[in-house]
């Protein structure tokens, strides 16, 4: 009794499906087989012309497996037992012509297969990414940019086995059952039913089974993301881990989230390993029935030996898809959680969208304010501003300083419309942001980060991103104005020097200046300056300072910077503190109040002298 149970129990752990254990990336909610089909289908329709002939082709496939074997028969039966020997060049001759339109169907099913397998790929992605850039900064705050990643490269490709090559197989199993099935039945009916009891059987093991690998499979699919969010956290910052001597730790990570995901695919494969033998085993039962039955009736003359051989191969040909289904279940699973997870991407609605009725925005004066706006960011527990108001015109310098976190640079993500206010309005010219179209809102603002963002690829392509179609006139010009066109000559390729990723061939003053280039190329009536000069010694920030004032000339300029000594000529300044503006003037107004201004002012930088806005 108690071997009983243990084997019960042992059996019962193999047979266990993968659990959902802690990791850095949830499930994504679970979505119907059919409703897959449905979402997906349009990538497909521009080929469901070719759709006609792959069926064809994986329908011919079975068809000429069929005729083949039943050469065996006539070769036996109509040749070897009568010693008919003249018919054998015959059945050699179609023998061959058969392998060889075989090799034919073979090469176009998988090449037509594969050709619309990968248009699918390549128009869902495509779609994806589009998608992927229309969503707000809320989304990729949130998300892990490992995980994103690894859905638009693994999760996109696993659609498309469930959508295409994995109906294929399926399709094929269905041609190869039926025609199987109905060569048993041509061949001996009373045979073939007898042939035909396991079927339940194996129906009630693939149900069972079925439901456990689907359990791994998302598991398994889970953990790839997060493979992807911790490889790519921990890579991309691979001087903080090594400065910090955290490899050890870093690799401890990386490696649990693998163990994790291996833990899932050694469920699916052990669920499918174990799938294997048993239907081995049901189709063994019904090969030794038809055998007993099949002798039986040869005994009494109602079959021949031929027809025999040939009933029993057409059997292992019918148990064949049967087996096949435990590898497409696993890979159709699979493919559901991957496709599971681009849908809940797909879903996801950009939480700042343009009105139908939007307007560009024509006569560009160059005014931004703040109308008591207050925001709130999603799953944030405090508000990060509250009731604020300024206004900037053109020529004019509106500097926000105040502590770490008071909201400063969540001002100017306002002011791109990255987040909408939860109450009150941001406008530009006069126009409530919401009203505008956000491709010429953005137009209209030109932002400069503390981390300079440059691309790898040539200087001249980098300050062109601000102006698409820059003439090379237009990017010197530009440059000149940055005071960069002399460090870019110096280069050695001039214009045409490549910067490396993230601009790592130039100084931080370098970038800075290209960034003010491209800035300067694109000529927006509204500057917004995020620590301009944090990073920079005070040579660089002196030589990003002269053509940073080029630029800020005439527009409407916000600069936010935790440096009190860069804003003092500042229009107005005003002092942001947990949210609230607390304090606003001139940097005499400020200082003469001797609220949290002078004293942020004298504590930091009591005897600084330099300066933003130059004479
Ligand atoms: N994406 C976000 N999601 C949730 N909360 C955020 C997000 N970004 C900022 N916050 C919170 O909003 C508040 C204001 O942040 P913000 O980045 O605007 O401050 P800041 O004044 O620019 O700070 P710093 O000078 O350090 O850059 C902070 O409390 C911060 O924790």
Not at 100 to 105: F, H, N, P, Q, S
Request: one cysteine or more.
């Amino acid at each position: 009794m108690r071997l009983v149970k243990g084997l019960r129990e042992a059996f019962r752990r193999l047979v266990a499906g993968a659990g959902e254990g802690e990791s850095v990336v949830a499930a994504a909610p679970v979505v119907p087989v059919g409703e897959v089909f449905r979402r997906f289908w349009p990538h497909a329709r521009p080929y469901r012309r070719w759709l006609p002939l792959v069926l064809f082709f994986v329908a011919l496939g079975p068809a000429i497996e069929a005729a083949t074997i039943w050469m065996y028969k006539i070769l036996v039966d109509e040749v070897l037992v009568p010693r008919d020997f003249g018919l054998l060049i015959w059945v050699l001759l179609a023998y061959a012509g058969l392998q060889l339109a075989e090799g034919i169907v073979t090469f176009c099913d998988e090449y037509l297969s594969d050709w619309v397998g990968g248009r699918f790929i390549v128009s869902l992605r495509t779609e994806f990414f589009a998608h992927l850039h229309k969503l707000s900064l809320a989304f990729f705050d949130r998300e892990r940019l490992g995980d994103v990643m690894s859905r638009v490269t693994d999760d996109v490709e696993e659609i498309e086995d469930l959508m295409l090559s994995g109906m294929a197989s399926a399709i094929s199993y269905v041609f190869q059952l039926l025609f199987f099935t109905a060569a048993l039945f041509y061949l001996n009916w009373q045979l073939a039913l007898v042939s035909l009891f396991v079927v339940p059987l194996f129906w009630l093991t693939a149900r069972h089974f079925s439901r456990k690998i689907k359990t791994a499979a998302r598991e398994e699919r889970r953990r790839s993301g997060s493979i992807g969010a911790v490889a790519e956290e921990s890579l991309s910052n691979a001087a903080l881990v090594q400065a910090y001597n955290r490899q050890e730790e870093e690799v401890a990570r990386f490696h649990r989230e693998n163990e994790g995901s291996f833990r899932a695919q050694m469920a699916a494969t052990r669920l499918g390993s174990l799938f294997a033998p048993l239907i081995n085993m049901i189709e063994l039962a019904g090969v030794i029935v038809v055998i007993a039955f099949g002798a039986y009736q040869l005994s009494q003359g109602r079959l021949t030996i031929g027809g025999l051989l040939v009933f029993m191969v057409f059997l292992g040909q019918l148990y064949s898809p049967i087996r096949g289904i435990s590898s497409l279940l696993t890979s159709f699973y699979s493919a559901s959680a991957g496709a599971e997870r681009i849908i809940e991407f797909l879903d996801e609605e950009p939480s700042v969208t343009e009105r139908e009725d939007a307007v560009e925005l024509r006569a560009k004066e160059g005014r931004v304010e703040f109308d008591a706006v207050s925001f709130r960011y999603p799953d944030a527990r405090k508000p990060a501003l509250e009731d604020v108001s300024f206004s900037v015109g053109p020529g004019e310098t509106l500097a926000l300083v105040g502590p770490s976190g008071a909201g400063k640079s969540t001002v100017a993500k306002m002011m791109l419309r990255f987040y909408d206010p939860d109450s009150g309005s941001v406008r530009l010219d006069g126009h409530d942001l919401r009203t505008l179209t956000l491709r010429s809102l953005r137009e209209n603002v030109a932002l400069l980060l503390q981390e300079t963002l440059v691309f790898d690829g040539t200087v001249r392509e980098n300050i062109a991103y601000g102006k698409p179609g820059a003439t090379d006139d237009e990017v010197e010009a530009a440059a000149k104005a940055a005071d960069a066109n002399d460090f870019i000559r110096a280069l050695p390729e001039g214009y045409d020097t490549s910067v490396g990723q993230k601009g790592r061939l130039l100084s931080g003053g370098q970038r800075q200046r290209i960034a003010i280039a491209r800035a300067m190329i694109r000529d927006a009536g509204v500057l917004v300056l995020d620590e301009p000069t944090t990073g920079l010694d005070a040579e660089s920030s002196e030589k990003v300072m002269r053509p940073l004032r080029r630029l800020m000339s005439g527009r409407a300029t916000v600069v936010i910077s935790h440096n009190l000594m860069t804003v003092r000529e500042a229009t107005e300044i005003v002092v942001l503190e947990d949210g609230r503006a607390t304090e606003r003037g001139s940097h005499a107004d400020l200082l003469e109040r001797e609220g949290s201004y002078a004293r942020l002012y004298k504590l930091h930088h009591p005897d600084a002298t330099e300066r933003l806005v130059g004479p």
